[in-house]
């Protein structure tokens, strides 16, 4: 299970605090509003802003888009119907993500891997070299492997993967049929083995084409 990464905790505040200022609890008076979007935040944030991360933003990207993600919910509240608000969210983070990765590529800046700031802190603990090397390549392997990927294809494979959700969990967070779940979960598993086939052959025989 993964633990909340030490750029997840810091993030966590600071959001927070651009919503409801210094206040840290609901006060006397808070309208429905306030309550509401203070309750999303404690129950949704880390989620919201983990898969941010793994659709492929940096840490900071992260955070904005994470403001960004409760600022549309805040400004749509009134239309999203108690228990649709995961839904809610992980949609509006996929449009989120969408463009700010459109415009990375416009910049032609490669996007960050998500993977180090969401490794366990068992596995940060006072690796040594070879563990480092090791937990790097895998980075760079995954990074690659995912960013190549379509978003929606790259979404259920970090829901089902990653967030070890299920197949009608992931169908009803992405309001979709779970067939259509299914399909592109296979045609992701199927890019990300022939992917790792292609890397593992480009390190075998450096000078061969993939």
Known sequence: MLVASPALKLSRPLVHLAFFGSRSQ?????????????????????????????LGLSAADADDGAQEVFVVATRKL??????????????????????RRRGLKRRREEPHPWLGDD???????????????ELAHA??????????MKLDQRAVFVLYELEEMTVPEIASLLDVPPGTV????????????????????REQFPGAKS
Do not use: C
Not at 78 to 89: N, T
Not at 139 to 148: C, K, Y
């Open 78 to 99: 009134s239309s999203i119907a108690p228990q649709s608000e995961k839904r809610f969210l992980f949609a509006t983070a996929l449009r989120v993500a969408s463009t």
């Open 182 to 201: 299914s399909s592109r979960l296979r045609v992701a598993r199927e890019e990300f083995d022939m992917s790792l086939r292609r890397l593992r052959a």
């Open 119 to 133: 490794e366990p802190l068992s596995e940060r603990s006072e690796p040594g070299p070879e563990r480092l090397a």
């Open 26 to 54: 609901s006060r006397i008076g808070e309208n429905d509003t306030e309550l509401r979007i203070r309750a999303l935040m404690t129950a949704h944030f880390d989620f919201v802003w983990r898969s941010l991360r793994r």
């Open 139 to 148: 980075r760079r392997d995954l990074n690659e492997i995912l960013a190549a």
